[in-house]
């Protein structure tokens, strides 16, 4: 099924050869990021999943990465526009650094260049097709914040993209303080992507954790969780439904 | 300087090496009325004559806000100025939209100092008649910096650009060292004593100058008349008291402006 959408001069109708100049479907997609403030800094995790439709194709993405000394960006979503949004970022952070003048980005800056960037794309019918958290801390103050690919863009202490939003987010808002420790807020995050390893199809066993602190950005190693499958209720799931599956 | 064959255009050379159009483009500077820039570590205060063209006329505005961090005091050809001004304006209130926050003054003057060069690089251009005297912060605090028509820039401590300006100068020169330590009101009324010194001889009052402050946690401002006159009359009234020289340097400063009850004792005439 096709449809078309009227850009740019507002009074031709585009063809389809135009339409592939412009993002219409994500393909490889990356799943959910779940991400907290705690008492030194922030905390993020991702799993290095890359799903090409229903299929796990790939299984060693890493969908956060360091920018600059003090921020730290996770992406949700198409990864090859997150691979452009790294390019993007990189000439940013470069242009920066050739200043030399001791002022340098700090990550409510890139999260103002990144909210800009996502939203004159949508304006232009050709979205960035990325829900991007963007943590860091600078002179001592931590700062988390989100931009969807339509450029709706908020900070706060706690974020999750994706399912992350329906399955994390409810258990974030009730466990989290803003005095958690480094082992606390880990054991918080492990538990939100233990759940959703459980309940998101597209999610892998294969995740890292990245802290932001004032001394910089960290990027654990990968590692897998241990799930448990011996819930009685999943022992016989059609005990009281014959014929099911 | 007088008149020669390589001073037509900007683009040619001299044998010497100069740029005579450039040079002249700085003469232009010196003939506007002064303005003055002081800085402390946290606080830039700028301040300038109030000039009028004749006695039915007001007097042209030097000052500019640039953001709530930046100002700008301007000497030479005001017309250029205004637009080198907007110019400023624009570039700051871009970065602040797109980065949401403020863009460090370091780089404005960067900025600012490409776009003078063009103009001495160009057939069709001729260099901007003004130079600036930018006062801002930014992450390491507050700067004071001249731009000058050749597109070259250079930071201060304390610099006064227009005419008569050497005095003032030579009155910062003197006490330029104390200047980044410096309180708030400290650096208000050495600004406003060197606006005095490019007066030579005239009565300092408040309406003959414009005084403008920005700081650590201070938005850029202009200080009314009155809080300007209340600082004159801290040093004018001491040098009364002193029977010295019309040059009394104050002393350490005990109150600030607190002496306006309006009861000035009349000091017996110097003959």
Known sequence: MTFTIPIDNGDSVKTAEADSQRTLYPYVTGTSIVAIKYKDGVLMASDMGGSYGSTLRYKNIERMKA???HSLLGASGEISDFQEILRYLDELVLNDNMWDDGNSLGP?????????????????????????????????????GMVSMI????????????????????????????????????????????????????????????????????????????TFWEFKAFNNPTAGAEGSW | MFRNQYDTDVTTWSPTGRLFQV?????????????????????????CVNKAQSELSSHQKKIFKVDDHIGVAIAGLTADGRVLSRYMRSEAINHSFTYESPLPVGRLVVHLADKAQVCTQRSWKRPYGVGLLVGGLDESGAHLYYNCPSG???????????????????????????????????????????VRETLQGETLKSSLCTVSVLGVGEPFHFLDQETIQNVI??????????????????????????DGTGDQDVAPMET
């Not at chain 1, 097709?129 to 700062?143: D, I, Q």
């Not at chain 1, 993209?161 to 329906?166: A, I």
């Open chain 2, 23 to 47: 040079e002249y483009a700085m003469e232009a500077v010196k003939q506007g009325s002064a303005a003055i820039g002081l800085r402390s570590r946290s606080h830039v205060v700028l301040a």
């Open chain 2, 152 to 194: 070259n820039y250079f930071e201060y401590q304390a610099f006064a650009i227009g005419s008569r300006s050497q005095a003032a100068k030579t009155y910062l020169e003197r006490r330029f060292e104390s200047f980044a330590d410096s309180s708030r009101e400290d650096l208000i009324k050495d600004a406003i004593l060197a």
């Open chain 2, 233 to 258: 009359d801290t040093f004018e009234k001491v040098a009364d008291e002193e029977e010295g020289e019309g040059e009394a340097e104050p002393a350490a400063p005990a109150e600030e402006g607190g």
């Open chain 1, 151 to 226: 450029g709706v863009s908020f900070e706060d202490n706690h974020v999750a993209t994706g399912f992350g939003n329906h399955l994390a987010r409810p258990i974030l808002r009730d466990e989290w303080r803003a005095d958690l420790s480094f082992e606390d807020g880990v054991k918080l995050l492990e538990k939100c992507m233990r759940v959703l390893l459980y309940r998101d199809r597209s999610a892998i066993n294969k995740l890292q954790i990245a802290k932001i602190t004032e001394e910089g950005v960290t990027v654990s190693q990968p590692y897998s969780l241990k």
């Open chain 1, 108 to 144: 409510k800056e890139v999260h103002n260049y990144l909210t800009r960037v996502m939203y004159n794309r949508r304006n232009k019918f050709n979205p960035l097709w990325n829900t991007l958290v963007l943590g860091g801390v600078k002179n001592g103050e931590s700062y988390l």
């Open chain 1, 67 to 69: 920018i600059g000394k």
